[in-house]
């Protein structure tokens, strides 16, 4: 049975996913097609429910839960540090609503926290891989970045104004910042689901087990990072939470969507449904 696996073409998804992609982890039934999106195509594509098995930003989730359903596994959380604005010349959070800041994507998790964190700035929509590029020219005056870019802003002459993952840790009492989730479609049966669920924890284990032959796989998605900060990365966002979110990722992620519908940005996603 073909079963389409859509995930981000970075570094951290390329680790988690390394088992199955390379047939060093039993498929089972299922053969699985690896479709390889920018996240806010892949939200965009949920919202049509095109994709048997999809990584969805914690945010879209709100707007696809009539057509999937959560895995436990397969969540990336910003643990203390998350998705950063960045400018090329340093500048205060207070000057935030007097400047452009680049978005990657309106139903990226990135946006809903900027949202939360400072409401009604002005953005613009830009490809998350040329937002770097567009601070850097002077074509926007802030960026608001995500992936790999977190690790690199700076040798790219970039500041930091504000980190949100680091933000939202002090909100919220310590809790994780939400950002990726692995969804599976409604319609597939509930056992099916969760003999899918065992086959990704199994990928996500094999990788954890396997990190050195994991990271040189990633790299191949690591655009231009050297082998240390890809490790760095993906040590950022595949570990104890991405095998099982637990109660701590659970409530984390109900805090996070709640607080979206409390502030109108999002319709209400709760209570959350898993596989």
């Known amino acids: ?26 498929p089972g039934r299922f053969q699985f097609e690896h479709v390889l999106e920018d996240i806010q ?12 098995i999809t990584a969805v930003s914690a945010h879209a989730y709100a707007y696809v839960r009539d057509k999937y359903v959560l895995t436990r596994c397969g969540g990336s959380f910003g ?8 400018s090329r010349e340093p500048i205060q959070v207070d000057d935030l609503p007097s ?6 994507g309106t139903t990226t998790s990135a946006y ?6 400072r409401p009604g700035l002005r953005t613009r929509l830009l490809p998350f891989d040329k937002i770097m590029a567009a601070v850097q020219s002077g074509l926007v005056d802030c960026g608001l970045i995500i992936h790999e870019a977190q690790v690199t802003y700076e040798q790219a002459g970039l500041h930091c104004v504000a980190d949100l993952g680091d933000w939202w840790a ?17 319609d597939i049966d509930p056992p099916m689901r969760r003999e899918l669920e065992a086959i990704l924890l199994a990928s996500i284990r094999y990788a954890l087990d396997h990190r050195g032959e994991a990271i040189q796989h ?23 939470l991405t095998l099982d979110m637990g109660e701590r990722g659970q409530k984390a992620l109900v805090e996070f969507l709640g607080r979206g519908h409390a502030a109108h940005i999002i319709p209400n996603a709760l209570p959350l449904e898993f596989a």
Request: glycine share 10%; hydrophobic share 45%.
């Open 1 to 26: 049975m073909r079963i389409r696996l859509a995930h981000s073409p970075d570094a951290d998804d390329a680790f988690m996913f390394c088992g199955l992609a390379t047939g060093k982890v039993d």
């Open 41 to 52: 195509c892949l939200n965009d594509r949920a919202s049509r429910g095109e994709m048997e």
């Open 79 to 86: 643990d203390g540090y998350g998705p950063l604005i960045v």
């Open 99 to 104: 400047v452009s800041i680049a978005i990657p």
């Open 112 to 117: 809903l926290a900027l949202q939360l964190f």
């Open 170 to 186: 002090k909100k919220t009492g310590g809790l994780p910042l939400p950002l990726g989730l692995n969804a599976i479609r409604r």
């Open 218 to 240: 990633a790299m191949r998605y690591a655009r231009d990072l050297a082998t240390d900060q890809a490790d760095r990365f993906v040590g950022m966002y595949v570990n104890q």
